[in-house]
């Protein structure tokens, strides 16, 4: 369909829509923050918990299957069968540990600077904001530029936005390129219902929708104690698999070969 020429009304309309919607998806990323804050050490903790579980099922499975056949078991070879099968669990695990530290040092901005943050991501989306300056998807420069501001406005980094700000209007000159210049988007009404509907899901699911939960004292309380309580069934459930590990090596007839260096 051939580009038209947007309406003032309708493109400033566009452009407010754009900043509500990096602003709804920057406070979604900000309210999973406090969520990791509040319960990821427990989170942590369980999913270990419960990864330590499967593998102690694997195991006795192992141990029930060879024991049946009459078979030795390869100690080192298992060893190694099992890291090969939790391999996926240990990497949830590891990026879950990640996340905690980064979100637990994830510093605290003031009221000005969130503020500063929002003015200067206003005057930046306007000048690089992929959705309405293509040229920003063509030029690598430009994108690199869009990629930096987008990861300094997560962080409320006023003084890295104001420098990018300089960079963006000295990469936009330098490419002939007019910043006040307002480009022509095609099919805008349709682009507006699009990002009216991004919004509202954004809005609708989680992490968004954890807001409630966090604005709630005895809710927090509660998921705490709940989270808790899971945790002391799987540490339960892993010392009966455990115990239950042991009975089969003292009764199961199960032959362990462990290789000498």
């Known amino acids: 369909m051939k580009p038209i020429k947007a309406e ?3 493109y400033d309309r566009y452009e407010e829509l754009l900043l509500e919607r990096d602003r709804v998806r920057k406070e979604a990323g900000q309210i999973w923050t ?13 999913f270990e918990e419960k990864v330590a579980c499967v593998r102690q099922k694997k195991l006795i499975g192992y141990y029930q299957a060879a024991a049946t056949r009459g078979e030795p078991i390869d100690a080192e070879a298992l060893d190694r069968k099992l890291e090969q099968e939790m391999a996926s669990y240990q990497k949830e695990l590891q990026r879950m540990v990640k996340e905690h530290k980064a979100c637990m040092e994830a510093g605290v901005s003031t009221n000005y600077e969130a503020e500063r943050a929002k003015t200067l991501y206003r005057r930046l989306a306007k000048l690089l904001h992929p959705d309405i300056r293509p040229e920003t998807d063509r030029e690598e420069v ?48 349709d682009r507006i219902a699009e990002v009216q509907k991004e919004i509202e899901d954004i809005k609708s699911k989680e992490p968004y929708t954890y807001r409630t939960l966090l604005e709630d004292g005895e809710a927090v309380e509660r998921k705490k104690q709940e989270l808790a309580s899971e945790l002391e069934t799987y540490k339960k459930y892993h010392q009966e698999l455990t115990e239950l590990t042991e009975k089969i090596l003292r009764e199961g007839g199960v032959q362990i070969l462990w290789r000498m260096d």
């Open 34 to 46: 406090v969520y990791v804050k509040t319960f990821g050490q427990l989170m942590t903790d369980l």
């Open 8 to 10: 003032n009304t309708q």
């Open 142 to 189: 430009l994108m690199k530029l869009w990629i930096r501001i987008t990861e300094s406005y997560g962080r409320n980094d006023v003084k890295a936005l104001a420098e990018l700000e300089v960079l963006a209007r000295k990469a936009l000159a330098d490419l002939a390129i007019d910043a006040a210049a307002r480009v022509e988007i095609p099919d805008l009404e």
